[in-house]
Every structure is written in structure tokens, then in C-alpha cells.
């Protein structure tokens, strides 16, 4: 069976983003996180959710 939740640091590793991109994405709330014991826990699916939805342009174009 595969991973269906990640701690930052994995989730980080799965996407090739940092931690720091993915703690301003879920304080902007552009990625849900849930909580387990007060650590954020990423699904699978809001991940993928989240890189689907990401720009397709940069904002500094």
C-alpha cells in the first residue's frame, strides 16, 4: 500500500519543493493541511491538488 499522508518534510520531497514553500502554501491556504498531535499532515490528493492548481505562467512575467 502506498503513502496516503506525509509529514512536511515528505511532502517537501515528493513535490522537489522545500519545507518553507509548502509552510507558506498551507498558511496562504493554497494546501490544506490536517493535524495530528499539532504537526501538519499533507494527503496525497491535496498535494496533488495543489500542484494542479499552481499557475501555469510565473507572476513575474
Same mark, same amino acid.
Request: aromatic fraction near 8%.
Given at each position: 500500500?502506498?503513502?496516503?499522508?506525509?509529514?512536511?518534510? +515528505?511532502?517537501?520531497?515528493?513535490?522537489?519543493?522545500?519545507?518553507?514553500?509548502?509552510?507558506?502554501?498551507?498558511?496562504?491556504?493554497?494546501?490544506?493541511?490536517?493535524?495530528?498531535?499539532?504537526?501538519?499532515?499533507?494527503?496525497?490528493?491535496?498535494?496533488? +491538488?495543489?500542484?494542479?492548481?499552481?499557475?501555469? +505562467?510565473?507572476?513575474?512575467?
Amino acid at each position: 500500500m502506498s503513502k496516503i499522508a506525509y509529514s512536511l518534510e +515528505e511532502a517537501a520531497e515528493q513535490v522537489g519543493y522545500s519545507v518553507r514553500t509548502i509552510r507558506y502554501a498551507i498558511k496562504n491556504g493554497d494546501l490544506i493541511a490536517g493535524y495530528a498531535n499539532s504537526k501538519p499532515v499533507l494527503s496525497h490528493k491535496a498535494l496533488e +491538488e495543489w500542484i494542479e492548481n499552481l499557475p501555469s +505562467e510565473s507572476p513575474n512575467s
